[in-house]
């Protein structure tokens, strides 16, 4: 069983996103511990270990760290705002 570290940014966009989509995405978050590739999930182009999966318009980009059984939640934002760099 992996563990889930969620970065401090991320819990922040998620605390804005609606209550309805917020827990859909807390649930498949904690998931991510049995399973960190679940169907539908996408390796990021151009990354060695960085993936996302969809909820809704939500998007999850993740790192896992398999040596470590380690997985970080970098970002969690609408699919327009998702892939932007700041």
């Known amino acids: 069983m ?3 570290v ?3 940014k991320a819990e922040k ?3 804005k996103i609606p ?3 917020a827990i859909k995405i807390a649930e498949a978050i904690y998931d991510l511990a049995e399973n960190p590739r679940p169907s539908g999930c996408v390796k990021l182009i ?3 270990n960085y993936y ?3 909820i809704a318009d939500y998007r999850i980009i993740y790192s896992i760290e398999d040596d470590i059984l380690c ?3 970098i970002k969690v934002a609408h ?3 998702s892939y932007k760099r700041r």
Do not use: A, L
Request: hydrophobic share 30%; charged share 40%; net charge neutral.
């Open 46 to 48: 151009g990354s060695n």
């Open 71 to 73: 997985i970080e939640v």
């Open 19 to 21: 209550d309805v989509y």
């Open 52 to 54: 996302r999966i969809r």
């Open 13 to 15: 966009e998620i605390d």
């Open 79 to 81: 699919r327009k705002e």
């Open 2 to 4: 992996y563990t889930v």
């Open 6 to 8: 969620i970065h401090k």
